[in-house]
């Protein structure tokens, strides 16, 4: 992928004509710029690979946490569809055939004699499920500090376990995080019942060392005078109007607010509020494993982080910033400056297994296609058309 990028230097010639008025519009209103969708199908291939391999992953989790030995029936699985997001109109006995590498199948015969689908892990999956919950106990703190680090973001350090339950998978936090870790840490957190009976997580201590956001910690964001500039990129055939370039100039040099502290100063409707709710999700991004999560996950958290109505429309304003993915039937926001082509820049350790776990689903169909899976283990499954699914 081939990137554009504006740093104050390159575009100060360019944009040398500037008038005094429009940066005094700039700091005390928002301008009204609109910038155009331009599709990134490279951006879009990392939202498509990955789909089916949270889906599975998440069933692996939900089924090692019941017994990873044991088969299940498929309509005990059912009751976990609406965590895997997968399709309406897609079976979930049909999902998990696809994927003989990951769950093998079986049968049992319920109380009116009827053979119904049941199924179990494969040994490889176990494996790269253990991987992965080693991995989380040696790295705990890495987890707690993502966590800390949500919480910090919003105003009363309190959020619902709903909301952290959306952003689980993409934090990096096991499935169970509120049984398997959260009770290891009392003086960190405190599990409450919120005003609306909702179940919540409150931060119990604040720590001066996470206060300082992805932004801040990294130098090469730092120009002369203090100011933090975004990383801005563009792929190929975006085409910036010079009004555009000129507000973008302007709007980068506008002070930086650290989304760990009160906003309360600002005023939304300024492009300098705009650059703090730019932050917050500049900093919620990098909080998260792969540098990105889906739209709706953040729909929520107006709130709790002391955002305007409206906040998401930031999305759409610096797609220099974020991409939006409209691939797999959801908007999914990218960090752009976090990807080189379809690769992350740095990746995490978990980010690696799950690419693991992905290459083990891939061979399974692979597999799957040379005929190896004729038949599920011992049972001649393919053969009954009888056996009830979900």
Same mark, same amino acid.
């Given at each position: 992928m081939a990137w554009r990028w504006f740093g104050r230097k390159e575009i100060s010639g360019f944009l040398c004509g500037c008038k005094e008025g429009f940066n005094y519009q700039q700091q005390f209103s928002l301008v009204n710029i609109k910038l155009k969708w331009v599709k990134d199908t490279v951006l879009d291939s990392v939202i498509a690979g990955e789909r089916e391999i949270k889906a599975a992953s998440i069933l692996v989790?939900?089924?090692? $946490?019941?017994?990873? %030995?044991?088969?299940h029936p498929i309509y005990h699985l059912s009751r976990y569809r609406k965590q895997l997001g997968i *399709? /309406?109109?897609?079976?979930?006995?049909?999902? +998990?055939?696809?994927? =003989?590498?990951?769950?093998?199948? @079986? &049968?049992?015969? !319920?109380?009116?004699?009827?053979r119904v689908p049941s199924f %179990?892990?494969? *040994?490889?999956a176990l494996i790269l499920h253990q991987e992965e919950l080693d991995f989380i106990h040696r790295n705990q703190n890495d987890l707690i500090d993502r966590l800390c680090k949500l919480l910090m973001l919003t105003r009363e350090r309190i959020l619902p376990l709903q909301t952290i339950d959306q952003l689980k998978w993409d934090m990096g936090l096991p499935h169970d995080y509120h049984h398997s870790l959260i009770p290891k840490f009392p003086e960190l957190f405190s599990? +409450?019942?919120? %005003? !609306?009976?909702?179940?919540?997580?409150?931060?119990?201590?604040? !720590?001066?060392?996470?206060?300082? %956001?992805?932004?801040?910690?990294? @130098?090469? @964001? +730092?120009?002369?005078?203090?100011?933090?500039?975004?990383?801005?990129?563009?792929? *190929?055939?975006?085409?910036l109007k010079r009004k555009?370039?000129?507000?973008?100039?302007?709007?980068?040099?506008? =002070?930086?607010?650290? =989304? &760990?502290?009160?906003?309360s100063h600002?005023?939304?409707?300024?492009?300098?509020?705009?650059?703090?709710i730019v932050g917050v999700f500049h900093e919620l991004l990098h909080l998260t494993i792969q540098k990105k999560t889906e739209r709706k996950n953040v729909s929520n958290l107006r709130k709790p982080l002391?955002? =305007? /109505?409206?906040?998401t429309k930031v999305f759409e304003r610096h797609p220099g910033i974020f991409y939006i993915s409209k691939k797999c039937d959801t908007q999914t926001v990218v960090l752009r400056e976090a990807y080189d082509g379809n690769q992350l820049i740095q990746k995490h350790p978990l980010g690696e297994i799950r690419e693991k776990f992905g290459a083990l689903m891939k061979q399974g169909? $692979? !597999?799957? @296609?040379?005929?190896?899976?004729?038949?599920s283990v011992g049972t001649g499954l393919d053969e009954d058309p009888q056996l009830e699914e979900d």
């Open positions: 989790s939900l089924v090692a $946490l019941k017994n990873p %030995s044991c088969f *399709p /309406q109109d897609l079976k979930l006995a049909t999902f +998990i055939r696809r994927f =003989p590498s990951i769950f093998q199948e @079986s &049968y049992l015969v !319920d109380s009116g004699g009827t %179990s892990l494969t *040994p490889e599990l +409450i019942s919120m %005003s !609306d009976d909702r179940a919540g997580l409150k931060l119990l201590a604040w !720590d001066d060392r996470l206060a300082i %956001s992805h932004l801040q910690s990294n @130098s090469s @964001s +730092i120009e002369k005078g203090g100011v933090f500039e975004f990383p801005i990129g563009f792929t *190929p055939g975006f085409g555009c370039l000129e507000w973008l100039r302007e709007w980068q040099t506008l =002070p930086y607010t650290s =989304p &760990y502290l009160d906003p600002l005023d939304p409707r300024t492009d300098e509020s705009e650059k703090r002391a955002l =305007p /109505q409206k906040f169909l $692979l !597999d799957k @296609s040379r005929g190896l899976y004729k038949k």
